[in-house]
């Protein structure tokens, strides 16, 4: 398993979204919270979604771009985002290779049952494409807000 760390270039990828491929490479010079998530429309996925969106202008004002990832489909996050009237783009997974090269494909454990799931990770990109910071066992409550506080102080001298 990839374990990135800050200072590390962040992974290239191309996934599949709404508004079709997106990857990398689209935020060249640009500031990035990448984040990833276990599964639309469940309770703290869409919370975490909701915080993002309800904070997108604040990251959009400090020049930050949002991007949530999950292995669900295009078309099961077009419904989750028309349901909660998300305004962060999600993007497709469906092969884990993404979410893997990141990192966040582990061995979780619930109730005594061992399986493999993503790990709510949020990565925050530099222009120059390099991690600036790591968050992994996300706990939702106050994230999108501590990543905001975090994006704002890291790019106030860039």
């Not at 390099?130 to 066992?137: C, E, F, I, S």
Request: net charge negative.
């Amino acid at each position: 398993m990839t374990t990135l760390q800050v200072g590390d270039k962040a992974p290239e990828f191309t996934l599949s979204a709404q508004s079709g491929p997106i990857g990398l490479s689209d935020f060249q010079g640009k500031a990035l919270v990448l984040y990833f998530y276990p599964k639309d429309d469940t309770s703290g996925c869409t919370r975490e979604a909701q915080d993002f969106s309800a904070l997108a202008g604040e990251f959009e004002a400090a020049g930050v771009h949002l991007l949530g990832v999950s292995k669900d489909s295009v078309a099961s996050h077009a419904k989750f985002i028309g349901k909660y009237d998300l305004t962060i783009p999600l993007a497709s997974d469906p092969e884990g290779q993404t979410v893997e090269a990141y990192g966040a494909w582990v061995e979780k454990n619930m109730y005594g049952r061992k399986y493999m799931g993503i790990d709510r990770s949020t990565f925050l990109i530099g222009p120059d494409g390099t991690l600036a910071q790591v968050w992994r066992k996300v706990k939702v409550p106050g994230h999108a807000a501590e990543v905001l506080d975090s994006a704002r102080k890291f790019f106030a001298n860039y």
